[in-house]
Nanobody
Framework: QVQLVESGGGLVQPGGSLRLSCAASESIFSIDVMDWYRQAPGKERELVAFITKGGSTDYAGSVKGRFTISGDAAKNTVYLQMNSLKPEDTAVYYC?????????WGQGTQVTVSS
């Protein structure tokens, strides 16, 4: 059982930045894939970015060039650096991990982009 705890959400103005953190209960080297999803009100949950155990990353087209996913093995933590935020980035952001084909979710953290 992998536990994930997100932090770093909040209210930011358009054009601003936030860094989300996802702390895992075990070494991220034991996790096959870690990713960030988001869900806006009235919309389906969508994949934002992922990072594999080998360090490969990819992003949704809507955030490519603005968001960066990275990992710190010493802290068992994955980050999502979000720059140039837009109102349409407003959503609850969820951390997700896959270990041997089993998925685990964090509780989510709210990100609101508004002036």
């Amino acid at each position: 059982q992998v536990q994930l705890v997100e932090s770093g959400g909040g209210l930011v103005q358009p054009g601003g930045s936030l860094r989300l953190s996802c702390a895992a209960s075990e070494s991220i080297f034991s996790i096959d894939v870690m990713d960030w999803y988001r869900q806006a009100p009235g919309k389906e949950r969508e994949l934002v970015a992922f990072i594999t155990k080998g360090g490969s990353t990819d992003y949704a087209g809507s955030v490519k060039g603005r968001f960066t996913i990275s990992g710190d093995a010493a802290k068992n933590t994955v980050y999502l650096q979000m720059n140039s935020l837009k109102p349409e980035d407003t959503a609850v952001y969820y951390c997700h991990a896959v270990v041997r084909a089993v998925g685990y979710w964090g509780q989510g953290t709210q990100v609101t982009v508004s002036s």
